[in-house]
């Protein structure tokens, strides 16, 4: 049996766009649908690949081809390679995916010197004969044969000049004549050989053609750029379709068009068109194309016919359509159609519309959209229209966009931010202290540190963009500037960041504000309706609780208590806490943050009521509250020289007869006053000393500091539960959970218990109240998945800490990882993806599914999330969902994200694969 490897349009089945290729499956549908598509077939893309590999066209094609081009002529009623009446076909390339431009189409071929003569005889006009004449002459040169288009030019140019004129359009019958022939000319001299008379030659070759360009340089390298592999698209296929004219006179337009607008969404006839004009010119930019708005009146009979093309394009795809339309003599053909490209405003837009109108459902309505495009719609972002070149380049570390002067500390960050000023924070790296300045900046900007580094983690939060690690950007925080390669930058002079591409620029440039629209709204709340897992938010502050709020958080999943620490009211006093050395002091200065964190806690509770707000329990390790060592030997070093500088002065002083005293500042400042300052620091140099650990995130941390100084987790359970009481007092409904974090045994947290059941009776005692408050553990150590069972006896939820998880399951260090080896891991293929941003499914995600299993097996209520960044990525997502998880909880900004991702996961959860539910 030979092969098939032609399809006419009236017969190929146009849902097999591997087979056919997108143009091609398309113009078999719309056929069948009964569009008016002139007739034509399709070569498969299984012949392209056949050609490939052998250096020829398969035996039976040309055969088949021929057959078609009969059935052709039956249908047109017109002559392939004679005239009176000629057939003129396209050859058009058309891929599985569209890669637009990438690879060859013809026009007009079968004109050869008989055609021509027909052509002329038929339409009366050969002028337009001579035009698609030389048209096709050059176009076949240059694809089939090889010649640049320069030689052909040259001709072209010459009798222009010759005839003084200017544009294309001012050239005669005559001039076009004469170029045709000179083209031919130009075929003989540069191909050695005559341009082909015989018409199916000329299509073979025109075939052949397209097939290589498939795997020319411009096709190939943009595949490898949109990681286009052979298994989405394998070959192009190749369409023949019937010539029709959009310019053999005013009746006659060729145009592209959009059934809605994509960059807004609107419901409206969106494109262009040009009349007399074939439809290259549309593209290539000769003439200037109308608004297909203006049709309306020019040409009111094709302008209903175009309508009616519309809608039914729409209700038959349930999908805007991206479409191109030629009128031939008064009458509308289509000549092809595929998806719209759009913005996610306009994707939310139609979703929405497309829904109400009845053409999708609510299911097709949230799956048309890729969750992560959401992202575009949630933070500002550069004006797409800025010419600008970035200075520097960084990590993307959170996205957004923002300028401002730079400034290079905190503390001005915040006194400019408060007077009013747009602020951008510059530093090497920053660190907890320098929280005030994030608070008053409207982006951040570091030149050291990875995507996890405190700058990147602590702006996600805040939903701040934030470029990371801009190796090219040196900061000088002495001198009140930074070195961007030759340029220096002096602190005051505006920057812009782009935190979704990591993008630095001098200067200020435009920006397009967030757009939470109704529409996003209300797609969202399908989500939700549709969603099993719950999404939460991590979020540290009021603020952010509230903001994660209009992000439609359903409650807190991560507090990370240690963030309300580095506030500057409350600094001093955590660092006295480290520095004392009884535990008396240690009261002391705990019993002064008490009702600081419950206040905190009261707000939080109250913003989030009644949803869940699970707080967990303080996990850095100390020394991250202090300066480093290095910081404070600078201190000590300058206070020790002022010392000497105001004992020097005193001695001074005393020996001068008549001194007149210092000005003030200065005068009140004693000895006494500096040393207290430098026994202060040096204090905190012996701190930090002892504090120093190898290895601190694997070291005094967690719950292991709430073992060793347990009147730091007491107090801050006191504040939780006090402020448990205090709303239930004002009649505010709360859910406060109590998480501890690193545990690695159930004695871990029998511990915390027993604090938590002291305090519960000593509250009752005092206030009557009956508190109860759920209690749970984060999962991040290798051990706690392992040892599942026994945690979840003693705990009532589970929150997979992804983040540490992730870290020791594959023994990395994240920002060790992430800025030495982890590129070149990706880049050769040796790790598919980052896995502290992608969900490490097949490593991680085994230990977090025993964990689930085993959990469960003891406590089948227990309710578990995912609080790690991956939490709000939606492949992690749809493995959650899988699993069975109760909730996912991100980062604010991306909580719609996760939102419709969760939905998604629902929707197609059939279609997950590649992991098992151990028995
Ligand atoms: P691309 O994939 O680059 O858009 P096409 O195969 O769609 O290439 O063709 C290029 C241009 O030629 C388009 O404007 C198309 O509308 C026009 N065209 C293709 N085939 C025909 C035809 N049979 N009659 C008239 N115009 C055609
Ligand atoms: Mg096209
Ligand atoms: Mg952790």
């Keep these: 049996?030979?092969?098939?490897?032609?399809?006419?349009?009236?017969?190929?089945?146009?849902?097999?766009?591997?087979?056919?290729?997108?143009?091609?499956?398309?113009?078999?549908e719309m056929t069948q649908i009964g569009l008016n598509v002139p007739p034509g077939f399709v070569i498969t893309t299984e012949a392209c690949l056949d050609y490939l590999e052998a250096d020829e066209l398969p035996a039976s094609l040309l055969g088949q081809v021929r057959d078609e081009i009969t059935n052709l002529e039956a249908a047109t009623g017109r002559t392939f390679g004679a005239g009176p009446n000629p057939l003129l076909v396209s050859v058009r390339s058309g891929s599985a995916l569209s890669m637009p431009g990438m690879m060859d189409t013809f026009l007009n071929l079968g004109l050869n010197e008989e055609t021509l003569a027909g052509l002329i005889e038929q339409t009366g006009d050969e002028r337009f004969a001579y035009d698609a004449y030389r048209r096709f002459i050059q176009l076949f040169g240059k694809v089939a044969l090889g010649i640049d288009d320069e030689k052909f030019d040259a001709h072209f140019d010459e009798i222009k000049t010759r005839a003084g004129i200017k544009a294309d359009v001012g050239l005669e019958a005559a001039h076009l004549r004469e170029i045709s022939e000179r083209f031919l000319g130009v075929v003989r001299q540069e191909a050695g050989r005559d341009f082909p008379q015989d018409v199916m030659q000329q299509l073979q070759l025109a075939v052949e053609a397209v097939f290589r360009s498939w795997m020319g340089k411009r096709a190939v390298d943009y595949r490898r750029e949109f990681d286009i592999t052979p298994d989405m698209a394998n070959g192009t296929a190749v369409n023949i379709c019937t010539m029709v004219f959009g310019n053999m006179g005013d009746d006659c337009a060729t145009g592209v068009g959009f059934t809605r607008n994509p960059g807004t969404g609107e419901n409206e006839m969106f494109g262009e068109y040009l009349t007399n004009a074939q439809g290259e010119d549309v593209v290539a930019g000769i003439r200037t194309p109308k608004p297909l708005a203006e049709m309306e009146t020019e040409m009111p009979e094709q302008y209903a016919q175009l309508v009616e093309l519309r809608n039914k394009l729409e209700s038959h795809y349930q999908e805007v359509q991206d479409y191109e339309f030629t009128i031939e003599k008064g009458t509308l053909y289509c000549l092809q159609t595929r998806n719209g490209k759009m913005n996610a405003a306009a994707l939310v837009r139609t979703s929405v519309e497309m829904f109400r109108e009845g053409l999708i459902s609510r299911e097709q309505a949230l799956l048309r959209i890729d969750p992560e495009m959401l992202e575009q719609l949630l933070h500002p972002t550069l004006d797409p229209d800025s010419t600008t070149q970035p200075v520097a380049t960084g990590l993307p570390a959170s996205p957004g966009a923002a300028s401002g002067k730079c400034v290079f500390d905190a503390d001005l960050a915040e006194k400019l931010g408060n007077a009013g000023e747009r602020v951008i924070l510059v530093r090497e790296e920053t660190r907890p202290e320098d929280i005030h300045g994030f608070f008053a900046a409207e982006g951040i900007l570091t030149s050291r540190g990875g995507k996890t580094s405190h700058a990147a983690v602590v702006a996600r939060g805040m939903g701040k963009p934030c470029v990371a690690g801009a190796e090219g950007i040196d900061v000088d925080v002495a001198l009140r500037l930074a070195h961007v390669g030759e340029q220096i930058l002096h602190e005051g002079d505006v920057i812009t960041l782009d935190g979704g591409t990591g993008e630095v620029y001098l200067g200020e440039i435009a920006t397009l504000p967030a757009d939470f629209s109704s529409e996003l709204k209300e797609l969202l709340d399908w989500a939700d309706e549709v969603a099993d897992l719950k999404v939460l938010a991590n979020a540290d502050t009021p603020d952010a609780a509230n903001r994660a709020r209009e992000y439609g958080a359903m409650g807190i999943g991560l507090c990370r208590t240690e963030r309300m620490f580095n506030a500057s009211d409350r600094l001093p006093i955590v660092i006295d806490m480290i520095l004392a050395n009884t535990e008396e002091d240690r009261k002391t200065a705990l019993n002064k943050l008490l009702p600081m964190q419950r206040s905190d806690f009261i707000d939080l509770f109250t913003t989030m009521s009644p949803d869940p707000v699970t707080v967990r329990l303080l996990d850095p390790p100390m020394h991250e509250f202090l300066p480093t060592e290095q910081q404070l030997l600078e201190e000590i070093r300058t206070l020790r020289l002022y010392r000497d500088v105001v004992r020097g002065r005193n001695s001074a002083l005393s020996a001068m007869v008549?001194?007149?005293?210092?000005?003030?500042?200065?005068?009140?400042?004693?000895?006494?006053?500096?040393?207290?300052?430098?026994?202060?620091k040096e204090r905190m140099l012996k701190k930090v000393r002892e504090l120093q650990e190898t290895n601190p995130m694997l070291g005094h941390r967690g719950v292991r500091l709430g073992i060793t100084y347990p009147e730091i987790y007491a107090m801050q359970i006191e504040a939780i539960l006090e402020a448990a009481v205090e709303c239930e007092k004002r009649g505010v409904e709360v859910q406060p959970e109590i998480m501890v974090p690193q545990v690695i045994t159930s004695q871990e947290l029998a511990h915390v218990t027993r604090t938590i059941g002291e305090l519960t009776s000593n509250l009752k005692a005092e206030f009557g109240v009956n508190v109860h408050i759920k209690f749970g553990t984060m999962i991040e150590t290798v051990r706690a998945c392992t040892r599942a069972k026994k945690l979840a006896a003693s705990a009532e939820f589970f929150s997979f800490g992804t983040n540490d998880l992730t870290q020791a399951t594959f023994s990395f260090s994240r920002e060790d990882a992430e800025n030495k080896f982890l590129p070149m891991y990706n880049d050769s293929g040796i790790l598919q993806d980052n896995p502290f941003e992608v969900l490490d499914i097949q490593g991680v995600?085994?230990?977090?599914?025993?964990?689930?299993?085993?959990?469960?097996?003891v406590r089948p209520d227990l309710k578990i999330g995912i609080c790690g960044e991956q939490g709000g990525h939606p492949a992690s997502i749809r493995f959650c969902h899988h699993l069975g998880l109760n909730y996912v909880s991100c980062s604010g900004p991306r909580v719609p994200v996760a939102r419709l991702a969760a939905a998604n996961a629902k929707l197609t959860e059939k279609e997950f694969v590649g992991f098992d539910k151990p028995k």
């Excluded at 995600?845 to 097996?857: D, T």
């Design 1 to 28: 049996m030979t092969m098939r490897h032609v399809y006419a349009f009236s017969d190929g089945d146009g849902q097999n766009k591997k087979l056919l290729g997108g143009k091609g499956a398309n113009l078999c």
């Design 658 to 680: 008549d001194s007149t005293p210092l000005p003030a500042p200065f005068s009140g400042l004693t000895e006494e006053n500096v040393i207290d300052a430098l026994t202060r």
């Design 845 to 857: 995600g085994q230990l977090i599914n025993m964990a689930v299993w085993n959990g469960r097996s």
